[in-house]
């Protein structure tokens, strides 16, 4: 009941990214299906069943990272003073937090069985019904317990991780002499991790994934008629290919937080006006917010550019595509995601600081330095992450275009 009251009255932007949320589930969830369908229409084909499901994992994957970035973006999970007063503290909230994302999630999941259930053609009365019973496997009967149990797996990955990450964690401190003095203990404290010590490690995954790849990857171009023809091993996917290019996507998500503070770091040395100097501030203070979620939008566009680099020589009118509409459906669910994620980090990062940018205005700092030192670091992300992410892309698919 709760939740239904601060779902009311909560910010149309708010709700806004709840509808983007049960549409990132719908769109998970109808991938699902149609892998579910696939599988019972051909049981004689179990591998490529068993393909088609675990790449149904990077959706899901990124549809689970949008959702707690909405749950922790969502000022009604926010401690309050009322709120704790009426036993609503912290762990109680974050409980709430996760019962609205599975709630989203499960609106979004039902949405997509009546779409697949109306395209197949089990429901009728629509211009709709049946329009792609031959792609969907019409013919093959859908079995309901293995259809809801795929379409529960992602509010209920949802809610967990938002009960996970979301929860308050005590700060640890390390044991000092009891007869110490409160200067003392306090200098005894653990001092918080750096954000850019998880840059070294970054460039280190990479390295590893980019040197495994080029050691697998010296197989033939892909047939673009397969499923799933990366090179390495014929008949299906070399394991220390796809191994190599998840350790250079992890590499860019530890990079992503120590890439984002040296950029504020390098706009703020020497000299600086106001609104450079204001630029890498905000860009170092918001490091660990905002430098993930752009590290994992920086690998799934280099995936996408190693994709077109890797397949584009396939992509003519008159021959065969490698990539059907249910792949496009998925990347285009993975792309949508991680790119809410970002922005979504960023308005989290903006609302963090809101009470700095009042104190700032009443100042007299006029409201286009603001605006200005916005653009500065904008424009400094993309001067380094593209390029970076772009000679990722090329340095993936080159041993696999040879």
């Known amino acids: 009941m709760l ?3 601060l779902a009311r009255g909560a910010h149309p932007l708010v709700l ?4 983007l949320v049960a549409l990132a589930a719908s769109g998970v969830g109808f991938l699902l299906l149609c892998t579910l369908g696939f599988a019972v229409a051909h049981p004689e084909q179990p591998e490529e069943s068993l393909v088609r499901l675990l790449w149904c994992a990077v959706p899901l994957a990124a549809a689970v990272q949008f959702a707690v970035a909405v749950a922790r973006s969502d000022p009604a999970t926010r401690p309050r003073d009322g709120l704790d007063a009426a036993g609503f503290g912290p762990v109680q909230l974050s409980l709430l937090a996760a019962a609205s994302t599975a709630a989203a999630c499960l609106v979004g999941s039902g949405a997509a069985l009546l779409v697949y259930l109306e395209l197949r053609g089990d429901l009728g009365g629509t211009p709709l019904s049946g329009a792609a019973a031959h792609l969907l496997d019409a013919d093959a009967g859908l079995p309901w317990g293995a259809a809801l149990t795929l379409l529960g797996l992602l509010p209920a990955l949802a809610a967990g991780a938002c009960v996970v990450l979301l929860r308050p964690r005590k700060e640890r401190t390390s044991s000092a002499p009891k007869h110490a003095g409160p200067g003392v203990a306090e200098a005894a404290r653990h001092e918080p991790r750096p954000v850019y010590a998880g840059l070294p ?4 995954v990479i390295a590893t994934g980019l040197a495994l790849e080029a050691y697998v990857g010296h197989a033939p ?30 590499g860019l998500v530890l990079a992503g937080p120590g890439l984002t503070h040296w950029c504020g770091a390098l706009l703020a040395t020497g000299r600086p006006g106001a ?9 170092q203070d918001a490091a660990t917010r905002i430098g993930r979620p752009l590290g994992v939008l920086c690998a799934v566009a280099s995936g996408a550019l190693a994709a077109v680099e890797l397949y584009g020589a396939a992509w003519e009118h008159s021959g065969p595509r490698p990539f059907g509409p249910l792949t496009g459906l998925g990347a285009a669910v993975v792309m949508a995601c991680v790119t809410a994620t970002a922005i979504t980090a960023a308005l989290e990062a903006r609302q963090t600081r809101g009470e700095t940018t009042t104190a700032l205005l009443r100042l007299g700092i006029p409201l ?3 605006r200005g030192a916005a653009a500065v670091r904008t424009c400094a992300m ?20 040879r």
Request: overall charge positive; hydrophobic content about 60%.
């Open 3 to 5: 939740g239904l009251r």
């Open 16 to 19: 806004l990214r709840r509808l």
């Open 201 to 204: 490690w970054g460039v280190a």
């Open 221 to 250: 171009a892909p047939e673009p008629g397969a499923l799933l023809a990366l090179p390495g091993r014929e008949g299906a996917a070399s394991p220390g290919l796809l191994g190599g290019w998840l350790l250079a996507c992890a």
């Open 275 to 283: 609104v450079r100097l204001l630029a890498g501030r905000i860009l």
């Open 368 to 370: 286009s330095l603001l």
């Open 382 to 401: 993309l001067a380094v992450l593209t390029p970076l992410t772009w000679a990722i892309a090329e340095l993936a698919a080159l041993p696999l275009t």
